[in-house]
């Protein structure tokens, strides 16, 4: 069945003048300009076109593939403001549309900002939306721990780095679990770190396991070895210094320097770690 703001695979039923009549099923006949049409296309092929609604409403398709489709988010970037909303630029003719009731804040041209795009009930416009928590879940239904999944950078706060997850919930990963600053708009690989009794999520960039904290240990031990058994990277360095050395965050850091503590390795002062 079509699905408007996302990609369909549609039949070509009729060659015009000026583009390709295509079957919309129940939507009917669907044009796709000219200007999209590949050389190559006849009736009876089936192309891959995405669909959205013209300036005048009217259903139509194209070959271009849009930033971002229907129950995505993506980090866009403001052209126009006027009395209906903002509009972003997400690579098609026309812009995007975020009413003024969507946005978290007033958008402003020039700026990017990460919205989550849907399909409005009413008018069956493709609609973008700053309001993520209006539109993503922010307990983890349908997720697990040790997870990986895809993140979109969308916040900051006291306590870390707000992150867009899987298109579908919202986290947030500790400044303790981010290896340095993270950027708006960011797009990284992360991992379910943990589920809080409250079912809010807890988030990592790297693999949340023992192998790694254990591979670390033996890094960090061979490390002491040959630099007379002292390291000035303790934990309560900077995270951004902890990865330039270890390549992990400094949670990850502290659990392997608490490993190393515990099995009387290593003793751990503010200043320095010094080898046993």
Same mark, same amino acid.
């Given at each position: ?116 795009? $849907?399909?409005?009930?009413?008018? /069956? ?6 309001? %993520? @928590?209006?539109?993503?879940? *922010? =307990? ?102 902890? $990865?330039?050395?270890?390549?992990? /965050? ?6 392997? %320097? @608490?490993?190393?503590?515990? *099995? =009387? ?12």
């Amino acid at each position: 069945m079509l699905k408007i703001g996302e990609m369909n695979r549609l039949r070509v039923l009729k060659q015009v003048d000026f583009g390709l009549f295509l079957d919309g099923e129940k939507y009917g006949n669907i044009l796709l300009p000219k200007r999209y049409v590949p050389a190559t296309a006849k009736i009876g092929d089936e192309l891959d076109v995405f669909i959205y609604l013209d300036s005048d409403d009217c259903i139509i398709a194209t070959t271009l593939t849009p930033k971002v489709m229907v129950g995505q988010c993506a980090h866009l970037e403001v052209k126009d403001v006027n009395a209906v909303g903002a509009f972003l630029d997400w690579g098609l003719p026309k812009d995007l549309l975020v009413p003024y009731n969507e946005q978290l804040k007033p958008m402003e041209v020039g700026r990017s900002y990460v919205v989550y795009v $849907y399909l409005d009930a009413h008018t /069956s416009r493709i609609t973008a939306s700053s309001r %993520l @928590s209006h539109h993503l879940e *922010e =307990r983890a239904n349908g997720l697990k721990v040790q997870q990986e999944v895809e993140l979109l950078i969308c916040g900051r706060s006291d306590l870390g780095f707000k992150a867009v997850i899987n298109n579908s919930h919202l986290g947030l990963i500790f400044r303790d679990n981010a290896p340095r600053t993270l950027l708006y708009g960011e797009k990284l690989k992360g991992y379910i770190k943990e589920i809080r009794p409250d079912r809010k999520i807890g988030l990592s960039l790297q693999p949340v396991n023992s192998k790694v904290r254990d591979e670390l240990t033996e890094v960090i031990l061979n490390f002491l070895k040959e630099n007379d058994g002292v390291s000035t990277l303790t934990d309560k360095s900077d995270p951004e210094d902890i $990865y330039a050395q270890y390549k992990v /965050s400094k949670g990850i850091y502290k659990n392997a %320097l @608490s490993k190393l503590y515990k *099995e =009387r390795k290593i003793l751990i002062t503010k200043e320095k770690i010094t080898l046993v």
